[in-house]
C-alpha cells in the first residue's frame, strides 16, 4: 500500500505543480517539483523516440518522477539527478517497448492555416524513415545519438547519463551515425 499511496501523492503533487498552485514543500517536494519544471519537457520527448504513443511518453516520465520522489533521500549528489531522470526513462522506455504495450495515438486537429497536406504527409514520410533507421540502430548507439542530436546533451553528460566513459560516447556517436547513414541510404 505504501509504494502506491506514494506514487499517488505525487501524481498528485505534479498536477499540482503544472497549475502553478502554491503549496507547502518539503525539501524532497521541492526538489522533485523543480526538476519537473526544468525537465519534464524534454525527457517526453526523449522518451518518444523510443515509444510511438505520446500517452505512453508521458507516463513514463511521470514514473520516473515517481521514482525520484522515493529515491530521493538516497540520492546523495544531487547534480547528477538530471542525468538519473533520463537513465530511468530510457529503462522504462525499453521495458515498456519489450512488453508490447501499445495504445492509440491522439493527432490534433489539422490547422487551416499551416502547411498543405502534401507538405506534412512528405515531412511526416521523413521524420517516420529517419526514426525507423534510428530504431533499427545498435541500443546503445541509438541511446547516445538521441541524447546527442536531439536533447542536445554534451558527451560527458551522456556518459553521466548512461554510466560510461566519455571515449565510448565519442565511439558509440561515430558508429550510429555511420550506421544511420548506412539504413538511409539504403532502398526506401
Known amino acids: 500500500m505504501g509504494s502506491s499511496s506514494s506514487a499517488l501523492q505525487m501524481l498528485a503533487l505534479m498536477e499540482r505543480v503544472s497549475s502553478g498552485a502554491e503549496l507547502s514543500w518539503s ?3 521541492l526538489l522533485v517539483a523543480e526538476l519537473y519544471r526544468a525537465e519534464a519537457a524534454n525527457l517526453v520527448r526523449l522518451a ?4 510511438d504513443d505520446r ?3 508521458e507516463d513514463l516520465v511521470q514514473e520516473a518522477f515517481i521514482r525520484l520522489a ?3 533521500g538516497r540520492i546523495k549528489n544531487r547534480d547528477r539527478i538530471p542525468a538519473y531522470l533520463r537513465s530511468i526513462v530510457l529503462n522504462l522506455a525499453r521495458d ?3 512488453r508490447g504495450l501499445v495504445s492509440l495515438r491522439h493527432f490534433p486537429a489539422a490547422d487551416p492555416q499551416g502547411p498543405t497536406l502534401d507538405d506534412l504527409v512528405a515531412v511526416r514520410a521523413d ?3 529517419v526514426i525507423s533507421a534510428l530504431r533499427d540502430v545498435p541500443r546503445r548507439q541509438r541511446d547516445c545519438l538521441v541524447l546527442r542530436y536531439y536533447l542536445e546533451l554534451s558527451v560527458g553528460e551522456i556518459a553521466e ?3 560510461i566513459g566519455a571515449n565510448s560516447v565519442k565511439t558509440h556517436l561515430q558508429r550510429g551515425l555511420r550506421s544511420l547513414e548506412q539504413r538511409l541510404e539504403g532502398p526506401e
Open 96 to 98: 515498456h517497448n519489450r
Open 27 to 29: 525539501s524532497a517536494d
Open 70 to 72: 522515493r529515491a530521493s
Open 161 to 163: 547519463t548512461l554510466g
Open 127 to 129: 521524420q517516420q524513415r
Open 48 to 51: 518518444r523516440f523510443f515509444v
Open 55 to 57: 500517452d505512453a511518453a
